[in-house]
Structures are given as C-alpha cells and as structure tokens.
C-alpha cells in the first residue's frame, strides 16, 4: 500500500504541468473510451451481478450494480459535462499589495492526492476519477466489493487513454488491497494522502472519521427539518412540506421531521394530515401533535432517525425559538428551513440555526451541487470546515500565496 | 471534561446573538481589566516563575514565562487591536440567484467551540481568547502547565468581565483536567469541539493529529528554502538569503537550506560565505558546496532539520528543476523562495512548488500574519485545507449557505 500510494504522490507532480486544454481533450478521449468499451464493461459488470445474485444482494444493491448500454453512455456524457467545467485550479481567489510593496496572490491548487471510499454504483468511478483529474489531482479509488470487477474495467479504460497520452497510469487507480485492512492503511498514509472522502453508510464514516490521520470531509446523515411559522404563507407550507418529504425520501436532503408552531397547530395539522396522507406518509407526532391528529407517538429516537423513507416526525414547538431548541438537539447541520413571510422572524431563524444550508420558503430538496449551480458534484459534505454543503469541483482545490517582491527583507 | 465541554457548547449559542458593537466594547473592557489587575497578574507569575526556577527551566523559557508591567500593557494594547478589527462574522462571500430563483448567500460564521493547545507564553492566553471572542467562537485553552497560575489569572479577569456583562464565563475557559490524559479526552470530544488547534513541539503536535477526532489545524514546522538562480540580481540574493537566515532563525519561516545554481556556484558560494560569516551563521553543505568553500558537510538528516538557531545548509543544485526537486524531497510546506530575475523561471518555480507561501525575489521572513496585512494571527497553518499559511481572524470562521426562497419546491 505505502509503494502505491507513493507512486500516486509522485504522479501528482505530472498534473501541475498538463494545460487546461490537454485535461478537457484527455477527458474527452476517456468519454469516448467507456463508450468503445460498452462491451468489456458490460461483461466485467455481468461477474458482479453473477456474484451478487449468488451472495443473495437485495434488489436495489442489485439495481445500483447494474451497468447496460444506457447508464454507460450516461457515464460518458457526466464525463463530457465534467470536460466542459471551467478549471478550478489556477483561479485568484484575492490580491493586494503589502504595505512592504509584496504583490499577494491567493491562488487555487489542486489538493494532490485524493482517496474516495464508496459504495456499490460503479459510475462513482468514472464521475469521481473525472472530477479529480479535471482539478489536477490523483484520486486512489475503494469502490465496494460487489462492484469490483466494473470498477477495474472502468479504471482500465481511463487509465488506457493516461498511457496513451503519456501519462502515469498512477494518476487514476484502485486501491490494491480493498480490504478493511486496506482502507485502514489508506486513511493512515498522511504523508502521501490528502483528503479522503468517505461516502456510505453511518458505520464507514464514523470508523474512517475516527480513525485517519489524513484530513477527512465526511458524507454524513441529513437530519432536515422544516419549520411552519404562524406567519408561514398557508398553501407555500404544504406545498414545500410534501416536497420536502415526498419528492425523494431516499436521500439526505430530504425532510425527517416538520415543526409546526404551536399558534397555528390547530388549523394546520390536519391540513397537512390530508396532504401526507394523499402521499402515502406514515406520520409520527409527539402528544402536542397527537391532541389534534391520530398519529403514532413519536420518541426522542424517532426525532433523531434518518428515515431516508417516507416517514415524517412532526412535533409542535412554541414559536421560532422553540424551532431552533429543536433543531439545535436533533439536527445534523445539512439542511434546514422556516416558511413564514414575517422578515424578522426569518432572518432570526437564518442566523441561529448552523447548518450547511438554511433556507426560507423552499424545500431543503434543493441541497445539491446541480440545484446550486456547481455543476457535478463530489458530494455533500457535512464537514464544519473546507467544504461544507454541496461539494462541487472547487471543493477538490486548495490556495496557495504566490508573493511577488523586488528584493524585500524583513526589518 | 465532558460536563465542561459541554457547557461550553451551549455557551456558543448566545454568541450568535452579541452585536459588533457589544464585542468590541467587552473586549476593551477585557484589556482594562488586564491594566486594572496588573498587580494580581504578577503576583500570580511569581508563583508559576518560583516554580519554574525550582524546576531548573532553562533561561529561554523563564524569559517566556515572565510577566511584568510592560508586558501586561502590551497584552492589553494586543486586546485593543483586536477588538479594532473588522467583525469577520457575517461577511458575504458569494452571492447569486439559481436557476430555481433561490437568492444564494455564501455567509461567514463563526466555528463554534475551539480547542487551543499551547505552551509557555502566558500572553497567548489573552491573545488567543480576544481572538476567538471577536470571531464569536467559544475557546477552551490548554496552556503550558508551567504557566499554570499565570494562565488562570488571565482568564479569571477576561471571565469576571464575560459576567459583568451578564454573559456566561464558559465562553472562555481553562480545561479542567490539564494533564495528557485530559487533552486526550478534549482532542476527541467532535461532539462538542469544531477545532483543535496544536501550537508547540512537534511532539505535541504529532500526538494531537494521530489521535484527534476532532479537526486540526496543526502549526508545524517550517522547513524553508530559498534558490538562487543563474538569472538572480547579485546583491538582491546574498540580502535576501541573509535576511531569511538570520534577522530572526528562531522562527518557523526562517530559512533552512539555501540552494544555489551549480551555473553560478562558483561565482557566488564565496561571497555567500563571506556574507554568512560576517552573521555568524554555522554552514553546512553538500560535496559540490565543500568544492568550492570549506563548510562543514550536509547530511539529508541536515537537510530536513529545521534548526531553528543561526545554522544554515546549502547545497549547490542544478537550475530550477534541481531546486523543485530537493524542496519536493524536504520541503514542508511552508514558504520557499526564489531569486531570480527571468520572468519565465520564476513562474516555473512559483507553480511546481507546494507551499503556502512562494515567493520571488522576498525573503521568506515574510510569512506571517502581521506582514501579511491580516492584523493578529491565531498562527502559521501547515495544514494543506481550511487554513493555509498566517490564520488571521478569517480562519476562525467558516460559513453556511442562507437561501431565500418564495415557494419554490423541487421538480
């Protein structure tokens, strides 16, 4: 593992020499690659499938496993969208000049050597390889085990198209010892590894997180809430809470709990009640909630569970300040959101609540990097510091000072 | 430890809601109550200063210890320039509307709760404190266990006016259990701690990023270079290699090594000389130095250790690919310099070098907070993310997305 990683490092150095120009043709020419190889990866796929129906897999793992003709072209074309970002490295983030006459430039470079622990879609490969080599950086890739045999038929074709312009198949790899002893050496390697991105289940991301010594930006749990102000335009309310929760459950930007305040509890919950209902909802309430909708009691375990499913915790709280009490015990700091047209009591609500996210009148749905605008993304982070929140290409960069003087010394 | 840190956590809260105006006005207050208790502040030092002579610290560090009258004002006058800074909390760095009609707020926002780890100083108590205070972060310090009853004199005072102003005195506080064992528990409380930030030996700092769950930003060495080109101005070089090495070679942005053209070693290693004997400065170099001058040799140990005292390696390289190279090797990521005069060479050098600070024609003295022009500094980051090179009171922020909306759901 240490040769390996070393290798990636002293690839890494190769990057700060290939143009802008070069990477968005190579990327291109990887696109391309997948596509003349629909075959390969269809057959390389068809192992793990084979595997996975023996090792008994469930029917979505089995659906996130499976490449066909379709979702490789998709793969192409996510590259193609990559290829045609504009370069986060070399962009001056500030200037100025130094009362020593130091001409600063804060600059983005690439961070160096990435590594990427995911999970069982083979197309987190193509995507994730794509947007490291675009921000010049070296990504070292565990992808999970059912899907292995995709994956080294994925980073043979990229790697394919590095050899043939000249470049170190080291810049775009599988980790070579995928075990869990693997990914504990890999988290360790500080002096070769950068950043690593865990992106799975609570259980990876707590051990990866309690365990590096390298930098980690986590991909944790979304615990959203939604808060009905008295003030909350009626039909906005509704329609945002459906959103929140119905729109797509399985995923961390999804509402799990709505708060309600409790001067409007009584001409609102059953409003929502039909609504969630009409969804197909099941719905929770503590005894506040139950006093006025038959609901199932909802537990101090409950506030706390991601359902990634379509249930919903409601509670009723006294005003935004009860709002914020809540969130501040249960929430994760991804997403959160108050409807109300009362100014004040919005801008209350933004500035306490320390989330990635905080939103008023929308629907926490929109925490993502297409829906922001970054175009891909890498994730969305749940980290306090570097990237927090959607996790677009820049997320992959860091700064340098480059300190331009004409024979300044210290006095 | 948990108990405390807890305490502190739910203390940050009410951070969020104190005006600029009212932190500049406590934090002045703080710097009065310093001036107003000088005498409790020497009393107090006496104790940690008998102790320290009774232990046999050496004269370095008593000197560090030591607190007198001009030493307390200048504590005070540190606090005031603080508070004069311009609130970093709240600061819009980005804005747009998406797609969607989402009007995106990129906001500055405090961290939340801050562990700081340091040594003898007693006055980064105050400065620290004052620090994080003005960027509305709550601060658990863990001094130098030396300066114990200086430490706790400082904060007693800084807390009696949190009080007198009605705020809780956890926002700034001493961790109760100083010893290793309770550092250990503080570096992995991620559930109440957003930063630890290890100021002191490598050791410490070393002990502290294996073993935090907590982010780190680590304050580590400064292994620092400057390479002399073929094409450098004669007396900008030898001025600025002195200044690098000598105007103050206790400090982490002093140079180190000083590499030299072999085009050009003939020529200039015997003014070098000159120039370094004149400073006192103990030389060391490789064979191709020792062909030219008589310096003791260089070993690679030599070359990665940063000495901190008036000793200086040199090694004669070849071009500006030579010196990428050996900082590549060596170098730790903290300033490296150039001198030259050719336009294209300094580019090369100021992109393939990985560093926070690069710097053409400059000495590397100039890496820190102050020369910088971000006022006090919480320190000099070797961290590659969140923080790069001189932490002003930016660093002690990171920030959240506010988001308004007027109904809009996900499609």
Redesign the interface.
Known sequence: MEAFLKEAKNAS?IL??ISGAEKKRILLEMAQGLRDNTQALINANALDMKAGEESNLSSSLMDRLLLDEKRIEAMAVAIEEIAALKDPVGRILDG?V???G?H?QKVT?P??VIGIIYESRPNVTSDTAALCFKSSNVCVLKGGKEAQNSNESIAKILQDVLEANDLPRALISLIPDASREGVDKLIKM?KYV??IIPRGGAGLIKHV??NA?V?VVKHDKGQCHTYIDKDA?R??AI??A???KV??PGVCNAMETLLVDSSIAEEMLPRLKEAFDAAHTELKGDSRTQAIIDVEHATDEDYDTEYLANILNIKVVDGVEGAIDHI?RFGSGHSEAIITENITTAEEF???V??????????T??TDGG???FGAEVGIST????A??PMGIEGLT?????????????G
Request: proline share 0%; hydrophobic share 40%; aromatic share 10%.
């Open positions: 150095r700060m020499t100025w130094t009362e020593d130091l600063m470079i961070i160096g500080d950068d950043l997180s309690e010594t930098s335009n039909e906005n329609k945002i459906i959103n929140a729109q797509r501040v933004l500035n306490a320390d989330a990635a996210a905080v939103y008023v009148n929308a629907s749905r929109f829906a922001f605008g980290n306090k510091l570097h927090r929140g860091t700064y340098k000072f480059k300190i331009y003087g004409n024979g300044q010394i210290r």
